[in-house]
Each structure stands twice: as structure tokens, then as C-alpha cells.
């Protein structure tokens, strides 16, 4: 049996790169990008998603809900 990988979601458009999902994740998971939105923040990405164990604290430290994590049934092929 397969685990569940977590697949995060993340509205770029709304981010307003505070940074604080960045900072709360335990497994630097997500990192910052020198891309800007198109409000001018800067924006995350998922940067080792191998690495993410699904705890949210990303999406719940969000203060604009920007984030969410949901965990997925790995593929079986």
C-alpha cells in the first residue's frame, strides 16, 4: 500500500509574501521565489515536495489562506 503524498495549492495571485508558511514548515518544504505577483509581492513555491508530511502548518500559519494542503492516494502505476 501506497502512502498519501500532500499536494499543496497555493493562490499566488493573493499571496502577499509575508513569508510566515516558509518559516513554519519543519522540512523546507516551500521557499520564497524572486517572482512577483501581480500585486508586486513576491510569491512561494513548493520547493521539495518529496519532503512535506502533511502537517498544515503552512496553510494554518497563512493569515490570508492562501495554502492549502491536501493529501492525495499516491498513484498505483
Known sequence: MKHKMPVHYIEKE?????GL????????VLRMTPRRNKKGYNVVEVANPQECIGCK???INC???????????ASDA
Open 63 to 73: 493569515p490570508d489562506f492562501v495554502i492549502h494542503v491536501i493529501k492525495k492516494a
Open 14 to 18: 493573493l499571496c502577499k509574501g509575508c
Open 57 to 59: 502548518m503552512c496553510e
Open 21 to 28: 508558511c516558509v518559516y513554519y514548515c519543519p522540512n523546507d
